[in-house]
Each structure stands twice: as structure tokens, then as C-alpha cells.
T-cell receptor, first 115, second 112 residues
Framework: DTEVTQTPKHLVMGMTNKKSLKCEQH?????MYWYKQKAKKPPELMFV???????INESVPSRFSPECPNSSLLNLHLHALQPEDSALYLC??????????????FGEGSRLTVL | DQQVKQNSPSLSVQEGRISILNCDYT??????FLWYKKYPAEGPTFLIS?????DKNEDGRFTVFLNKSAKHLSLHIVPSQPGDSAVYFC???????????FGGGTRVLVKP
């Protein structure tokens, strides 16, 4: 199984809503990531979890709250978002130490629209 | 500060010919360089990578060249096929922290 599964694929929420994005992998990877991608822009790193602990937070606003309940799951909790937060949110996983490829495996993304 | 740059936003090439995508970087501490391919509404898919201690890596139709002195890498696709039409992202990885930084992307169109 070389898949990273993200749910939901599409999410529409109001600015006062609380929602969550979910990500799952069963490749035994101990590093998991959240990236944000706006239209016609490259993916931008938000968070990195290593061994279920937050190791990198790229100065992301607190209205985005990541959680890694176990080595296979990664969540992104959303609260009081702004319309400019509308984007494709990508989850990825990898081995902890870069392998001979340095490869990250990406999910298909969750398309978020904030009204 | 954009550490990884792809200066060509788009590239059009005839089927069967070579596609050459270029990427420049500024940080000499990167350990690996990778190329990802992305279709609309999908996550990036890994294509090929190269360690910072090598100058060439080949996988089928895809070859990546690294010139460390120039802080430049390129991806060659030969022969190009219509299915190669996508956005290609150059990315650089620092093993410490597992931080992958993407370039701006190059949209490739392969014409039949």
C-alpha cells in the first residue's frame, strides 16, 4: 500500500464553522506533513510531524491546528478561517531520514472553500 | 526569499522531442533534489530525484542533471509523450527536519 488517503476531497465551510481534514497512511512512515497550495502556486509547507511530534510549524496562524493521534493518522483542525484560506490542502508522508530518493508521498488533497 | 526557482512558467514541445526543464537554487545545504509531476486537482507525484553528491540520475525517459557549482539542475524527458503534459515542480530537501521546498512549477504541454 503506497497510498496517502485524504478526506474529505472537498469541503465548504463558513467562517464560524469548525471542521477537520484527515489524512491516513499505512506505509510505516514516521514523518507526516501538511502543505497548502493556492491556484498556480507551488505547495507551501505548513507543518511537519516526526514520530508523532510536531517538529516544524512554518508560522501558521492558530486557526489551523494540527494533530497526530498515531503514526498512521494526521488531522488538521480548522476554526474561524478566512476566505483567503481557501486552497488545496495536501498531506504527505515519508521516512524520517531521507532515503536514497528523499521522496515524499502525497495524497490527492482536500479542496477547501471558506465562504 | 525563494530558495528554489523555476524561471520558465511554461514549455511547449512536440511529441517525440526532448523536454528540458530547468531549476535554480540558492541554498548549498540541500541534500536531495526532486522532481514532482502534478495534474490538476491531484497531489504531486514523485518522478525522479538526485542526491547532492551526484551529478546525474537516469530512470527510463527521465534524466536529472545536477551542477552544484552553478546551483542548477535540469530534468530531461525524452521522448516526450502527450501524457507528460502536466505541471512539473522542482523541489529541494534538507534531510534535517525533512523539509521539502518547492519551486514555482513549469507547465509542460506536449503536442501530438
Amino acid at each position: 500500500d503506497t497510498e496517502v488517503t485524504q478526506t474529505p476531497k472537498h469541503l465548504v465551510m463558513g467562517m464560524t464553522n469548525k471542521k477537520s481534514l484527515k489524512c491516513e497512511q499505512h506505509m510505516g512512515h514516521r514523518a507526516m506533513y501538511w502543505y497548502k497550495q493556492k491556484a498556480k502556486k507551488p505547495p507551501e509547507l505548513m507543518f511537519v510531524y516526526s514520530y508523532e511530534k510536531l517538529s516544524i510549524n512554518e508560522s501558521v496562524p492558530s486557526r489551523f491546528s494540527p494533530e497526530c493521534p498515531n503514526s498512521s493518522l494526521l488531522n488538521l483542525h480548522l476554526h474561524a478561517l478566512q476566505p483567503e484560506d481557501s486552497a488545496l490542502y495536501l498531506c504527505a508522508s515519508s521516512q524520517i531520514l531521507a532515503s536514497n530518493t528523499g521522496e515524499l508521498f502525497f495524497g490527492e488533497g482536500s479542496r477547501l472553500t471558506v465562504l | 526569499d525563494q530558495q528554489v526557482k523555476q524561471n520558465s512558467p511554461s514549455l511547449s514541445v512536440q511529441e517525440g522531442r526532448i523536454s528540458i526543464l530547468n531549476c535554480d537554487y540558492t541554498n548549498s545545504m540541500f541534500d536531495y533534489f526532486l522532481w514532482y509531476k502534478k495534474y490538476p486537482a491531484e497531489g504531486p507525484t514523485f518522478l525522479i530525484s538526485i542526491s547532492s553528491i551526484k551529478d546525474k540520475n537516469e530512470d527510463g525517459r527521465f534524466t536529472v542533471f545536477l551542477n552544484k557549482s552553478a546551483k542548477h539542475l535540469s530534468l530531461h524527458i525524452v521522448p516526450s509523450q502527450p501524457g507528460d503534459s502536466a505541471v512539473y515542480f522542482c523541489a529541494a530537501l534538507r534531510a534535517a527536519g525533512n523539509k521539502l521546498t518547492f519551486g514555482g512549477g513549469t507547465r509542460v504541454l506536449v503536442k501530438p
